[in-house]
């Protein structure tokens, strides 16, 4: 089966300005995942969908970071404006609804903002 | 509030040997627990995932137990081979609706 697509794979930028990432879950899996990754962490939720459904976002920073899952398949996330501390790799991760099998996680985008 | 952590930070060992990776968890209220693989740069690979009622699972040269009572899990990595190099997380869910809280990591060297 086709695993999740993210992309770009990476992306530079200039704090204060805009950046969307993109991700296309596995086939059937209705939860999605949008992970923040800061190098030499673990990752961390940044919100969860169930279908096209918020289910968690609380730490989310909402005043720069938003998600959608319009059709309840892919997902986008934006960061307007990106800070310096935005540097990181963002994850995104699939799974069916009760992680019964876990998740599966596409390659990563890794952000600089500089 | 879950808190994973994974000890030790970093390990280097010599090729042919076999090492283990230790994850420890707070609440023992668990759902199941995964091990993944990070290499540098890249997404998580899943490697084992046990559930709250599993002991032990195995893949190969590797196998991941579980605790839930002393709240722990360790990975142990038969005839370590220098391509076993990465970063290895283990995470965890909880009974009760919660997303996956993810350990720290141990980076791991195998060295040729």
């Known amino acids: 089966e086709a695993g999740v697509a993210q992309s770009p794979r990476y992306k530079i930028i200039e704090k204060r300005q805009s950046v969307a990432f993109w991700c296309n879950p596995i086939?059937?899996?209705?939860?999605l995942y949008w992970y923040q990754q800061i190098l030499g962490q673990g990752p961390k939720l940044l919100i969860q969908f169930q279908n096209n459904g918020v289910v968690d976002d609380s730490q989310l920073p909402k005043d720069r970071f938003s998600a959608e899952r319009l059709k309840g398949v892919d997902s986008t996330l934006k960061i307007q404006p990106a800070k310096l501390e935005d540097s990181a790799v963002y994850l995104c991760?699939?799974?069916?609804?009760?992680?019964?099998?876990?998740?599966?996680f596409g390659s990563g985008t890794r952000l600089t903002v500089v | 509030k879950q808190e994973v952590t994974q000890i030790p930070a970093a390990l280097s060992v010599p090729e042919g040997e076999n090492l283990v990776l230790n994850c420890s968890f707070t609440?023992?209220?668990?759902?199941?627990l995964q091990w993944f693989r990070q290499d540098p740069g890249k997404g998580l690979t899943s490697l084992l995932l046990?559930?709250?009622?599993?002991r032990e699972q195995t893949s190969g040269r590797l196998n991941a137990s579980l605790d839930k009572s002393s709240g722990r899990s360790t990975l142990y990595i038969a005839a370590s081979q220098p391509g076993d190099s990465a970063t290895y997380l283990c995470a965890v869910k909880g009974n009760y609706g919660q997303n996956f809280v993810f350990g720290p990591g141990t980076r791991l060297s195998v060295l040729p």
């Open positions: 046990i559930q709250s009622s599993q």
């Open positions: 086939s059937g899996h209705a939860t």
């Open positions: 609440d023992s209220a668990i759902y199941n």
């Open positions: 991760a699939s799974s069916f609804p009760t992680a019964l099998y876990g998740y599966t």
